[in-house]
């Protein structure tokens, strides 16, 4: 299958608390990607993770990465109604050109 | 910089037309572009792997002589679904890689808005 998995995949918090994604994989890989897509719309690119590095922040993102595991998360803190999304891992796998997406997750934030 | 833009947003067809669908680069070169399926409340779900000046790369199970992929420049390809039928209805979205970023391990990809396909 081209997907990894994440879990869960819904998530209902109230604004304000913190939001963990989780993101698991199958194969080696050069990076991975995290991206946040609204309802009926196209992607944005959230973070991205080398291979090589275990924590990366970005404003209220933290994406960690377990290699050894095959396994990534990404926290959203300090929640906002607009943060309200899709969430999809992606992962760019050793010898490929294309991005492999996982199921996703879809975060409800409640005001 | 770096945005991609599809056209049209949203079409309605009938059965048994064909519609095509544009993906092109404003700003920056795309030596490769991808084409996604995603399906409502579902993952992405690539199709083909569009290099510009040759065929695309289809996935299993993805059948070439009904979506027609094109790249004859290195800021647009294009995506035709041959006599569509309702089971083709989806959201497709595109994504391009920069030229200037190919030689790495990042490859960049940037994201099209997509296009809703409702077949009637």
């Known amino acids: 299958s081209q997907q990894g998995e994440e879990d869960p995949q819904a998530l209902s918090i109230q604004e304000g608390e913190n939001a963990t994604m989780n993101c698991s994989y199958k194969t080696s890989i050069n990076n991975l990607q995290w991206y946040r897509q609204n309802s009926g719309r196209g992607l944005v690119h959230l973070i991205l993770i080398r291979s090589n590095e275990r924590e990366k922040h970005s404003g209220r993102l933290r994406v960690t990465l377990d290699t050894s595991k095959k396994s990534s998360s990404l926290l959203i803190t300090a929640s906002r109604a607009a943060d309200t999304a899709s969430y999809f891992c992606a992962t760019l796998r050793r010898g490929a050109n294309n991005l492999f997406f996982g199921t996703g997750t879809r975060l409800t934030v409640i005001p | 910089g770096a945005v991609v833009s599809q056209h049209p947003s949203r079409v309605i067809c009938k059965s048994g037309t064909s519609v095509k669908i544009e993906c092109r680069s404003l700003?920056?070169?795309?030596?490769?572009m991808f084409w996604y399926r995603q399906f409502p409340k579902k993952s992405l779900m690539l199709m083909a792997t569009?290099?510009?000046?040759?065929?695309?790369?289809?996935e299993q199970g993805v059948e070439k002589d009904k979506f027609l992929i094109n790249h004859a420049s290195l800021t647009l390809s294009t995506l035709t679904v041959t006599s569509a039928h309702p089971e083709d209805s989806s959201f497709y979205i595109c994504?391009?890689?920069?030229?200037?970023?190919?030689?790495?391990?990042?490859?960049?990809?940037?994201f099209g808005p997509g296009t809703r396909l409702t077949v009637l």
């Open positions: 994504s391009a890689r920069d030229l200037s970023l190919s030689v790495s391990s990042y490859n960049e990809q940037f």
């Open positions: 700003d920056f070169q795309a030596t490769t």
């Open positions: 569009s290099n510009e000046g040759s065929k695309a790369t289809y």
